[in-house]
Structures are given as C-alpha cells and as structure tokens.
C-alpha cells in the first residue's frame, strides 16, 4: 500500500470516529454503545504515522470527542443514581399513548404559574411627569450642524480654546471658584458630603457641578474619602493644589443620575 | 407602655417591608419576572427571609404562594444565607388548577398538552433532546404548522432553551413553576 494511499485512510478512519462521536453527542444516545477503549486502539494504532499538521489536529479532535462521550458516560450514570430518573422509553411510551386531554390534567396537576403584575403606577407616573418636564426639547438636544464653506485665515486665542487646543482660563477660574466654595463648605471638619456639595435646585446644575468637582480632584485642588461599607463618599479640599505624581492615576466613578438626585433633593426639602 | 410601643413599631416595620417586597416580586422589572435574595436583602434589609415568610402566609388565603427556586437546582431543608441571596424568588399559583381554569389564562388544550410533552420527554432525556426528536412526538397529535408555532412560544415564555445544535433544553420558567418529580410519576402511574 503505497504511502498517500494509507494516509488517505488513515484520515477516513479519524473522521469516521469524530462524526460517530458528534452523532452520539447529538442525538442524545447511551453514550456507552461506544467503545472507548477500541477508539482509542485505533488513534494509538495510527498516531505514530501521522506526520502532517492536518492530520495531527484531526488526531487531537478525534480524542477531544471520544472525551466528550466518557463525560457523557460520567453523566448518564450520575443522572440514573438520581431520585428523577425513570426510563426514557416508559416515558415516551406513555406520551405516545395519553390523550391530549389526560396529559393536560397531568400537567395542571404539577404546574403552578408565576403571578406577575405589568402596572403604570402613581408613583411611576409622577416620577415619568417629573422627568418628562426637566427633558430639554429635542430641537434643542439635536441641533443640527450647520457646515460652512470658509476661507483659510489667521485663528484667534478664543477660536483655539472653543476648539479644545488651548486650556480656558475662565474654565480654570471656575474651578478655582468651586474650589473656594468646597473650602468654605468644608467647615472645620475639613469634608463635605459628596452630593451635599454637588447638589443643586434643578439637575442641570447639579450635572455642571459634579463635572467642575470632577476636575477639583484630577488637578489635586481636592481629593476623595470612600467609605465602602457605609457607602459614602466625602470630598476634601486641599490646601493647595497638589502637582500630578508619576504613580498611576487612579479612576472612581461615581454615578450622578437623575433618580438619585430626586432622593437627594427629597431629603433636603424634609 | 414602652414595651407595647416598641412591639407596635416592630408591627408597623414589617407592615411597611411587607408590602414593599410584595411590590419588588409582583412587578417585572427586569427580563424575566421575580426578585433576586440580594436584590430583597438590599431593599428589606438582613432579615428580608422573614418578610418573605410573612408574606408567604398572607397570600395563603389568596391561593398563591412565594417560590424559591435556588441557584443548582436543589431544595434546601434549611438554606444558608448566600443560598438565599442567590436564589431566584417567584410568586406563583399555591393550589392546583382544573381543566376549567386553563381558559381564563389564555392556553388552549392542545398548546398545554403540547408543553407537558416537550417537558416530560426533555426531562426523561436528562434534560437535553434535539428538536427534531420532539418535533415528531408533537406531530402526532398536533397539526405540522402549530407544532412549529407551538415550539416558539414555549422558548419565547422561557419554557425551554435552544442551542446552536438544535438542542432543546428545559428554561428557567420549568424551574419556577413546574414539579417535575411529580409530572413523570404522575405520567408513570396513569392508567391507560
């Protein structure tokens, strides 16, 4: 038998053990019709001639399936010594055989549905009313860009800014703004709650706020106390900006959502 | 006195936390109904397994019941904690239904007898079977094109689960609201 000839067969074989495997797998059969050991007599038997990467990943698939039905093996043993067990052939048998209407009496005996309610509360309409009312138009939201075909020509200090080149100074005053009020809310305990101190009248404010104090921590004008276990969170003015470290910069979000802001504002007004 | 005020207090508290867990339980708030241990101890504090067992009591007289279905698939005698946290709780039927009662919550005979079958024999298999395996036990009783209908309502409610191989599973709705000891020794012992 000439060299191509075996190699031909050799590959025949592995593929008819790894289609025999999938065909046990798939339709649910007694995983122990298959005999393992005369499986892997063959992959043995074979292994030593296989040269050709094709052939060696067939070789590993054909033993990755034949594991596969020893779990299968392991399971069906398993599910037999299990109280739920009863022939599968019974089974099918008496489902072949009861009426419709018997098997639905079978069935209401052993079932017992999930009562659920889908319901638009007050609640959940007063809260949709609220938010429905602080919604900003989308005329407003997706203002459309308006492209305009201009001449080259010299940029301004402010067109840069606008366009994120250059840092805003009146951006920076802002946050040396908040940075004050943050020292003087502070008190002599030297923190403040976190939403005490972001918290405003109405959302928006409460938004431009979080994000000003956002920045108070990156440029080190304050930091962070995380208290995990009673899931608070205090922020600390510093008494000057600290400069950036080389030590990885660490990030902690903190979620400012419209819900929350209700809780808050609730409280305040209690 | 301050002992009787304290116990009213306590009374008012468990009044308060049960109707609150009957709201999280009752509303679906996310893709599949019911409420998870955490999310109960979360909202009704570290004793919430007594809140669910008072509320277990109270829907008694209403014929329905809290369901506790455990992360594996087991039942517990005396859950831990983290059991309970992780578990799945459910309010469903307490009582049996008659055939009279199938109506009233939309399901036709043939529809329900066609979801006993595709349960029992999935359960009988180990909880696996291909499709076309099922398929056929269905169409000998119900017509071709409202097994196909049939087959997809069951795995949109979550009744069963499909794989990329065609494989039929049981869902996580079975779980929840189907004794499924009780369905195949019922089916074993019927007399034909």
Redesign the interface.
Known sequence: MSGKHSRRLVREELRRIIELCRAVE???LNPFRVNVNDLIAVIRLYFPRLEDPEDLSLDAEALNQIASIIKMQS??VK?RAT??Y???F???E?????S????????????????????VTIGSLRMAMDYWESLTPLSERWKEEEFLKVMTERTTREELVKQGFLRDEAFLSEIEKIWMELKKDAGSEGKIDYWDFIGADSYEETIERAYLTSFLVTYGYASLEIQPLEEKIFIKPNEKPFPKTSSQPVSFPISVDYERWREWRKRQRE | MAKASKRIGRKRRYATMLKKAAQLI???RHIE??VKGWELRKRLGSDYPKVIALLDEYLRSIG??V?TVFEDESSPENPTIDQLDKARF?????E????E??KF?GWR??D??G???S???I????G???RK?VES?LK??IPEWRVEMNLSRYLRMGYLMEDE?E?LYLGW?VG?????????D???E?E?
Do not use: C
């Not at chain 1, 008496?94 to 009861?98: A, D, E, F, Q």
């Not at chain 2, 049996?96 to 055939?99: Q, R, S």
């Open positions: 798939n339709k649910g399971e069906w599910r109280s739920l009863r022939d599968p019974l089974i099918e008496k489902l072949r055989r009861l419709t209407q018997d098997l639905t009496e079978i069935f209401l005996k052993t079932w017992h549905p999930i009562v659920e309610l889908e319901q | 009752f509303y679906r109904p019911g329905l019941t369901k459910y309010i469903t039927l307490r049996e239904l008659g055939l009662d199938m919550m005979i043939d329900l007898a979801l006993a079958v349960l029992a024999y359960i009988s298999k180990g696996k079977a291909p395996d036990l000998m009783k191989n494989q709705r929840a609201e189907v004794d499924q000891k009780k369905l195949i019922l089916l074993l019927y034909i």
